[in-house]
Nanobody, 124 residues
Framework: QLQASGGGLVQAGGSLRLSCAAS????????RGWFRQTPGKEREFVAV????????RYSDSVKGRFTISRNRDEDTVYLQMNSLKAEDTAVYYC???????????????????WGQGTQVTVSS
């Protein structure tokens, strides 16, 4: 089970930190990704972190503004979102792949387990 939280309403230029906690099992040895989705559009890759927390990748649209990190002891992954823009408005999902290591991690089809999503709304 993955539980995403931390979403909310924020003004443009503001910050939010999303959390993705695992329960009922351990995903601490798995990569974890964040995706986002707006109505009528496909789920979009945001960021991914490897199992150890030593490697991260970001979409071009969030690079330099968002930071993904993890606490393996708590089996929780975070997404720090700074300098938010109206176009960041979406439902954000965290996900775990079916295998510990994921090559690239940009495709939603690479992930097997998904959290329920948390709404982020950025007002301009």
């Amino acid at each position: 089970q993955l539980q995403a939280s931390g979403g909310g309403l924020v003004q443009a230029g503001g910050s939010l930190r999303l959390s993705c906690a695992a329960s009922g099992g351990t995903f601490s040895n798995y990569a974890r990704g964040w995706f986002r989705q707006t109505p009528g559009k496909e789920r979009e890759f945001v960021a991914v972190i490897n199992w150890y927390g030593s490697a991260t990748r970001y979409s071009d649209s969030v690079k330099g503004r968002f930071t993904i990190s993890r606490n393996r002891d708590e089996d929780t992954v975070y997404l720090q979102m700074n300098s938010l823009k109206a176009e960041d408005t979406a439902v954000y999902y965290c996900a775990v792949p079916g295998r510990p290591y994921v090559s690239g991690g940009y495709q939603s089809t690479q992930y097997q387990y998904w959290g329920q999503g948390t709404q982020v709304t950025v007002s301009s």
